[in-house]
């Protein structure tokens, strides 16, 4: 995980948009779990071998918004031409994976454990209370298959 220490601690990568005709995309890697929803959903946009990773002119804006709903983690967010965002799911639904990860949806403000709050359509939060990055399940403790899963699926 690149970056590297400052007088105020580790650097952090920031969040980044990426922008078309119709649509800004955002991405933020602190919050990306590697799930490859979007990958698998709209490969010509999203394609990690190549930089910028994102391209939103690639595909529809209507059918770019539909991929980046499927992101559990909340790490990519959009937002159309004239204002239009995502519509947070009402009532909030919380979903316990086999694995113990907890996936939220709905109008959520997450505090993280430095106190910061981010506000989010959705969320994918620990449930063993091992991860180094809480509330967020970082797939390091038992939920989210600990050491012996993978780094996940790339994107």
């Known amino acids: 995980m690149g970056g590297g220490e400052g007088a105020a601690g580790p650097r952090r990568p920031a969040a980044r948009t990426y922008e078309a005709e119709g649509i800004a995309v955002t991405f933020d890697p602190l919050?990306?779990?590697?799930?490859?929803?979007?990958v698998r959903g709209l490969p010509a946009v999203f394609d990690t071998t190549r930089r910028p990773w994102i391209m939103p002119d690639a595909a529809d804006p209507g059918l770019l918004a539909e991929v980046v709903r499927r992101c559990p983690t909340?790490?990519?967010r959009y937002?159309?031409?004239?204002?239009?965002?995502?519509?947070?799911?009402?009532p909030t639904s919380i979903r316990?994976?086999?694995?113990?990860?907890?996936?939220?949806?709905?109008d959520l403000r997450v505090t993280g454990a430095e106190g910061a709050v981010r506000e989010t359509p959705r969320a994918m939060l620990c449930g063993c209370g091992l991860s180094a990055g809480q509330p967020y399940c970082d797939r390091?403790?038992?939920c989210g298959g600990g050491a012996e899963e993978g780094s996940g699926a790339g994107g």
């Not at 919050?31 to 979007?38: P, Q």
């Not at 937002?79 to 009402?90: C, F, I, K, S, Y």
């Not at 316990?96 to 709905?106: C, E, P």
């Open 96 to 106: 316990r994976m086999a694995d113990g990860r907890l996936l939220v949806r709905g």
């Open 74 to 76: 909340g790490a990519l």
């Open 31 to 38: 919050v990306c779990r590697h799930a490859a929803e979007c």
């Open 79 to 90: 937002w159309l031409a004239g204002g239009g965002t995502e519509v947070p799911d009402r």
């Open 140 to 142: 390091s403790g038992a």
